[in-house]
């Protein structure tokens, strides 16, 4: 059955465009979309086509997901298999068999916030503007998007813990999308996945003064995130460092968005939770880049695959 193939009265204007397909950008997203169904549609619960109508974002990322999860052949669970909190909401999103355990996948697309709220991420083109203007990059904003996400689904899969629906031995993961600030997202380095949970500062590089080769590549500390709502009170930039994010085993993070995206394709990256109960292995999915912390002495060292 069509992705579209369903009638929502309050659905939005732009799911209702891709539904009219009437220009060729339009057609071609839809087509996309539908490619995109084929492989989530035997995992989707019955209400997935009507809240991607009015959750399009959201439920794009759970759909993009899961489709390069099974591209990757992982075994996830139909939601016929997936039980019920005793509050009769549903399960994690996404379960995958890994053995005698299950990988638990909880997807999010946070928004870009409030327009009272001064942590907004911000618009590159301002309403009222034609062309965008130079400003700071809203790294900061961003990180703050994704510890946000990051402990609102920490406190979701511990309910599910305490209801029995997470076993002793499986491992949760929280999937982050930038689907509503791709372009905010942007990096040319070190994802904002990863400086949100473990403590980088201003990238610095350092330079054979003989080849003008860079030779060399570090990070200053930083601890804290600022936020300009709460003065005084910053978000510590050390969630994969301590106790309290020890049940989550890392983050997926993605850029991809209903209008940039490709289905035989990702750009999924994901990062380790240095302090995790229940890490997965290294290469356990097809992972566009994968970022794991090394021992150190002295220092915090990531390292990049991929």
């Not at 511990?158 to 076993?167: H, K, L, P, S």
């Not at 400086?195 to 990070?219: C, H, L, N, W």
């Not at 300009?228 to 989550?248: L, N, S, V, W």
Request: proline fraction near 6%; charged fraction near 25%; include cysteine.
């Amino acid at each position: 059955m069509s992705l579209f193939d369903v009638e929502v009265p309050d659905a939005t204007v732009g799911w209702h465009n891709l539904k009219a397909a009437e220009s060729p950008t339009e057609s071609w997203m839809n087509a996309q979309l539908e490619r995109l169904w084929t492989y989530h549609e035997a995992n989707a619960d019955q209400a997935f086509r009507a809240e991607f109508a009015r959750q399009p974002d959201s439920r794009f990322w759970e759909m993009y997901l899961t489709a390069h999860l099974i591209r990757a052949r992982k075994r996830l669970l139909p939601r016929t298999e997936i039980a019920r909190c005793r509050n009769g909401d549903k399960g994690p999103d996404i379960g995958v068999r890994k053995g005698k355990r299950v990988i638990w996948i909880e997807a999010i697309a946070p928004a870009r916030g409030d327009r009272e709220n001064l942590d907004e991420v911000p618009e590159l083109v301002p309403s009222g503007t034609s062309q965008r203007l130079f400003r700071a990059v809203p790294r900061r904003e961003v990180e703050l998007r994704i510890t946000g996400a990051l402990y609102r689904k920490a406190l979701i899969f511990r309910r599910y813990r305490a209801d029995g629906i997470i076993g002793e031995k499986d491992s949760c993961i929280v999937a982050i999308s930038a689907a509503q600030f791709g372009p905010q997202a942007i990096t040319n380095g070190m994802p904002y996945a990863v400086s949100a949970v473990y403590p980088f500062g201003q990238e610095q590089f350092s330079i054979d003064r003989k080849t003008m080769k860079v030779v060399g590549r570090s990070f200053t500390f930083s601890g804290e995130i600022a936020r300009a709502a709460k003065p005084g009170e910053p978000i510590q930039r050390t969630a994969f460092q301590g106790d309290y994010f020890k049940d989550i085993s890392g983050i997926i993070w993605s850029r991809s968005t209903i209008g940039n995206f490709s289905v035989f394709n990702h750009d999924l990256v994901y990062v380790h939770n240095q302090s995790a109960d229940r890490p997965i292995p290294r290469g356990w999915a097809r992972w566009r880049e994968e970022y794991y912390p090394l021992p150190a002495a002295n220092m915090l060292q990531v390292r990049r695959r991929g």
